[in-house]
């Protein structure tokens, strides 16, 4: 799935960028961003109580690279446990590539 983040991209370099990126995650469409790649239990990640946080930054001439942690719901059903659906704490890290021309983003999962 396709994202644009303009506001990061007007904020690079200045104090507010870490911000403004952390709420322009949090804006995001469900499914954009490849949290199904960061699940460990078999569940869904939930993205409604997305949390990231900025651990680093570089820069190419074409892009910003910043790399986040995102904390998130990991939902599990069918165990037929009787108090599902169950719910785990998941993280995982991301590199964000922000082209510097056209503010479109891409996402890999980093381990």
Known sequence: MQARLPNSLRDWGS????ETLKDELQDLKPGTLPLLRC???????NE???????LGTD??????L???????????AGCSCGDEPMTHQAYCELQIDIDKASAEARFTVLG
Do not use: N, Y
Request: hydrophobic fraction near 45%; charged fraction near 20%.
């Open 15 to 18: 104090v507010a960028f870490a």
């Open 39 to 45: 699940v460990t239990q078999g569940g869904l990640p």
């Open 48 to 54: 409604r109580d997305l949390k990231s946080m900025l």
């Open 59 to 64: 820069e190419t001439q074409q892009s910003i």
């Open 66 to 76: 910043a790399r986040v942690g995102v904390f998130f719901s990991e939902v599990r």
